[in-house]
């Protein structure tokens, strides 16, 4: 059964910290590039940051490019999202995704953890 469980977020105040988790499990993480994405109230999800399976390379939305980090954990199946300088603007709900790279038909998500940030 394929599980992508997220944690780590909550209320944060403007310029603090946080850092989400997500671990996997069901499926050969290894073969997987993992995201995250973010969906605010009333907006489209849209794609926060990636890793690649097949060097670690990432990428990242412009609106977090210097704010966030994007790693993973090939032992312990997981991939964090360090969160930095956060703004009210970041407030979402966070989701993990994975993708198969060979076969992008086979992804799956996870169900989201919210992250506010407000004083």
């Known amino acids: 059964q394929v599980q992508l469980v997220e944690s780590g977020g909550g209320l944060v105040q403007p310029g603090g910290s946080l850092r989400l988790s997500c671990a996997a499990s069901?499926?050969?993480?290894?073969?997987?590039?993992m995201s995250w994405y973010r969906q605010a109230p009333g907006k489209e999800r849209e794609l926060v940051a990636v890793?690649?399976?097949?060097?670690?390379?990432?990428n990242y939305a412009g609106s977090v490019k210097g704010r966030f980090t994007i790693s993973r954990d090939t032992v312990k199946n997981t991939v964090y999202l360090q969160m930095n300088s956060l703004k009210p603007e970041d407030t979402a709900v966070y989701y993990c995704?994975?993708?198969?790279?060979?076969?992008?038909?086979?992804?799956?998500w996870g169900q989201g953890t919210q992250v506010t940030v407000s004083s």
């Open positions: 995704h994975a993708q198969l790279r060979s076969l992008p038909e086979y992804n799956y």
């Open positions: 069901g499926f050969f993480f290894s073969l997987y590039d």
């Open positions: 890793i690649s399976t097949a060097d670690g390379t990432t």
